[in-house]
Nanobody, 119 residues
Framework: QVQLVESGGGLVQPGGSQRLSCAAS????????MGWYRQAPGKQRELVAR???????NYADSVKGRFTISRDNAKNTVYLQMNSLQPADTAVYYC?????????????WGQGTQVTVSS
C-alpha cells in the first residue's frame, strides 16, 4: 500500500504565500508523475500543477506565474509554492501520484489539506 500525506495548508491573507508538501511512503518502486489538484465548494476537482519524474511541469492557466511545483525524488516528496494568493485559490488541495508498486502503476491520492485565502 502507498500513502500520501499532505501538510502546509491553513489560513493566509490575500497576496500572501504558502507552501504545501506531500510525502509518499509505502510500497514504492518508482513514481512517475506527481501533482496537485484542488476542489472548491460546489466545484469540480481541477488540476493545479503536475510534474514528471524528469522535471517537466504543467500548470493550470489560473495559477501560471504564481505557483511553482517541484519535487525531491530521493524523498518521494512534491511541493507546491503558492505566491500572490487570491480568495479564488481557496479550496481543499489534494496531492496525487502515479506510483509503480513493482507490479503495476496505480494512482494514489492524499487526504487533502484546506487552504483558505481571506483577510
Amino acid at each position: 500500500q502507498v500513502q500520501l500525506v499532505e501538510s502546509g495548508g491553513g489560513l493566509v491573507q490575500p497576496g500572501g504565500s504558502q507552501r504545501l508538501s506531500c510525502a509518499a511512503s509505502g510500497s514504492i518502486f518508482s513514481i512517475n508523475s506527481m501533482g496537485w489538484y484542488r476542489q472548491a465548494p460546489g466545484k469540480q476537482r481541477e488540476l493545479v500543477a503536475r510534474i514528471t519524474s524528469g522535471g517537466s511541469t504543467n500548470y493550470a492557466d489560473s495559477v501560471k506565474g504564481r505557483f511553482t511545483i517541484s519535487r525531491d525524488n530521493a524523498k518521494n516528496t512534491v511541493y507546491l509554492q503558492m505566491n500572490s494568493l487570491q480568495p479564488a485559490d481557496t479550496a481543499v488541495y489534494y496531492c496525487n501520484a502515479l506510483v509503480n508498486n513493482g507490479s503495476a502503476y496505480r494512482v494514489y491520492w492524499g487526504q487533502g489539506t484546506q487552504v483558505t485565502v481571506s483577510s
